[in-house]
């Protein structure tokens, strides 16, 4: 289980979570807005009878929300509370063995700040991130 | 002692219900030592627990049992099957006799000593008949002892299952569904509905538990401070949420003390007012509809609202003004405020000015609300609401920006339409003001503070009444009503949190999320006053007369030690200031305030404290300090006074409350201050304006005048004997005026009309300022 990451996109950018915070992935229809959230909290949705904070994972990085907003989330338990964080796609659940290294280049601020590493996978280099630090939202708005 | 009592019978019962298999293990095989020691384990307790309540007949008989089983540990004595029948038959008696005393009734009669002497070696035969009649009536249990966690699980599985109803419903009414579905659907709707009622009762507790330690407390306090207090309980089989009775607790007893070190008087005091020697406080609880309603009232002198009124401007709590518009319904109310007491005296038990307030937060945080009926030399009455339980409330869902948000009922006042009669709404600045039945509330309209990009109608809106739980008053509009709903409300993530306007959220059966508004943090938000922002809005802005009315003073000691009263109306507010704020400058003493230094009066050397209070006294125009030691009160000062021999600060004296004090006289104080340099300021000529009610002459000739080097003064502010020039409008009432006084006539129409008059066009700025400046000088050479 602590090898099993889902892979999912923010941003266009693939990125890997690991699957112990993840509860579900689900599909959001519609959200009730925030009036006053910071910019990264897209709203309230109702899952299974639960109501989920929804984060934008763009907006959370500090970058810009696509034109059309993602409809897909993940969904995850921090302190009690139910996040849904959506996401651009998700590509696979995956069982990666190695061990993550640390990131060896600079990163722009908002993705730096939710890295924990690389992970290697067939080749391929995937960005482990932090999904609670990315509910946390830019640092800009938690100072 | 109730307390310990039924926490010693769900124990022994407990104990009992674990012991049963035990026994019988024992009964097949007396030799076996574990049970044997678990046996005189459960005795050994039930005695010792015993001894202590004072409960004679099961310390005997576990006595007896404990006597007999240490033999039996000890190899003194060997286990047969009587013997062993014997002690079981003692465990059982000590079972009847604790539901017996669970129930309140008597202890069954029956012959313990049989008991007893069937355990004697002696003794088996004849007890024989006796163990059989106790060994039929073991009671059955009726009740089982369950860990709160679990009731709380079970409470929150059930908020969850009545959600997940609410969004089956909502399923169900978008698809045409089968009689025999919609019979189904409903059955499970009532169970639900009959679960959450069951689970909800299981967390109920009788209001007694937190009654029962009042007597005690009340007979200490009483005690301590030499009065006699007798104490009514009224109502303790109520039942509400056993959370809510923790979070009432420390309120409640706060206000028993209160009431007997402030309400009830010393027993010589009541003689005197014919009162009973011993107070009477009463606490009672009832249950109306789904809240609890608790009264603690008392016959005692109630609180002196002049005083605390007199407290709360002293203190800063409310400006002058609002304290004058205050309704005599909202003054006790005042002690709601955080610092403020009338006790002069800080006692052990109360009078820290810490209490109320903080009563009154922890009664409005749980969703509930707290008034005070107060009965001057007669007595108080608070009363306490809270919901049953905390998880459900009862909300009003109103739309904003095609958006629904719920807002607890409890903080809701009223609830009307924008067109409704009783209303009137005005523009102020940026701001709007609701009039609703002459009372005035900061109106808000929720879109707004949301800064939601909807567009807000111009009517057919609708105003929510609001009152915040730190006591301001206001207004909310929205677009539309939808509906009374009891809501199962659930916490807010922290980011939603972070906004400071939202205190839950919910899921109704719309599917959609929706968030409880929190009351008081739209009012921190849109920046409505904490203090009782209403009153000071009632004084029409634009009104000037209301200045010069009412003789509403505020009476201080200043730094002689001298009382002093001084208008209400010139005084904008108390403040206190860090001493190293004080310098001497420019040849007088002077305080910085928000980056300006402003003259200070009243005082003539430094002060020797570390801060000082003082008055801020404004005039319209210029703001001066006066420096004073303490406020005493807000009183209404004789309007016949003494006069002063001299012109000065002081006008003169009058007597208060039997004891003279003196009255400043504001216009001398500004006189001499509205220059940077007094002295110049004295030289200057005194202008009156004769018609101190036209508004033209206070806000429009005044200035100018000012501004031409003049000092100004009103007809009735100073002695038309001092002027050096003085201004009338010709359509004034003429005057009885000094002859060698030089009078200017103004005329508000234009020259042609007045050829021949020597009166001046009003807005022939250089015909008036000649006019001004040639008979100045005519007179004063």
Known sequence: MEKLYLVATIAGQPVAIPAAVVDSVVDIARLSPVPLAAPHIAGLAAVRSRVLTIVCGERALGLKASARRPTRAVVMDVDGHRYGLLVGAIEDARIIEDDPHPVPMRLAAGWARVAVGLLDFEGESLLLIDPVRLISGPLEIAA | MDDLLSEFIAETRDTLEALSGEVIA???????????????????????????LDLPRFERLSHAAEDVLSDLRANRRQPDTALVSAVLAIIDRIGELTEALDAGEPLPDSDDNLLIAALSEEGKPAAASALHAAMAKRAPTRSIRVPLDLL??????VSDMVLARNELSRQLRGVAIDPGIEGAFDRLSNCVAEMRDAISRT????????????????RD??????????LEIEGADVELDREMIELIRDPLVHMVRNAIDHGIEAPDERARRGKPAAGRLSVSARQSGNQIVIEVSDDGRGIDEDKLLGRAVGSGIISMQAADALPPSARAALIFNPGLTTSDHVSAISGRGVGMDVVKSNIERIGGAIEIDNRPRLGLRLTIRVPLTLTIIAALTVTAGEQNFAIPRSAIDE??????????????????????????LPLLDLETVLEMEAPIAD???????????????????????????????KPVSPAVMATGVYAGETLPDSGMPMLLLDIGGIADRAGVDTDTAAPALAIPANDTEEIEEGASTLLFQDFRGVRCGIRLSVIERLEEVPADRVSHSAGQLRVAIDDRLLPLLGIDRMPGTKSMKILRLTDGTTELAYAIQEVIDIVSFPIVIEQAGAPGPVAGAALVDGEPAELLDPHWLFANQTSVAPLVARQAPLCLLLDSNDRWMREI??????????RVAFAGEAESMEADVMIASTNAQPLPLPENTPLIRLRADRPISHVGDDSIYRYDRPGLLAALQTRVSARRA
């Open chain 2, 459 to 489: 009517q057919g809106r609708t105003l929510v009444v609001l009152r915040a739980a730190n006591g301001s008053r206001y207004a909310l509009g929205v677009a539309t009503v939808q509906d009374h709903e009891e809501l199962v409300i």
């Open chain 2, 415 to 440: 609830i009307m339409h924008d067109g409704s009669e009783a209303l009137r709404i005005e523009n102020v600045g940026d701001a709007r003001i609701a009039t609703i039945r002459g009372r005035a």
């Open chain 2, 701 to 710: 000739l005044r200035p100018l005048v000012e501004s031409a080097g003049y």
């Open chain 2, 152 to 157: 709380d699980q079970m409470m929150s599985g």
């Open chain 2, 203 to 218: 967390r109920m507790q009788r209001i007694d538990k937190l009654f029962s330690a009042l007597p005690r407390t009340v």
């Open chain 2, 221 to 230: 306090i009483a005690t301590e401070l030499g009065k006699a207090v007798t």
């Open chain 2, 26 to 52: 024992w009964e097949a095989d007396p030799h076996d030592r574990g049970r044997l020691d678990s046996i005189f384990r459960f005795v050994h307790t039930v005695k010792g627990s015993c001894g202590f």
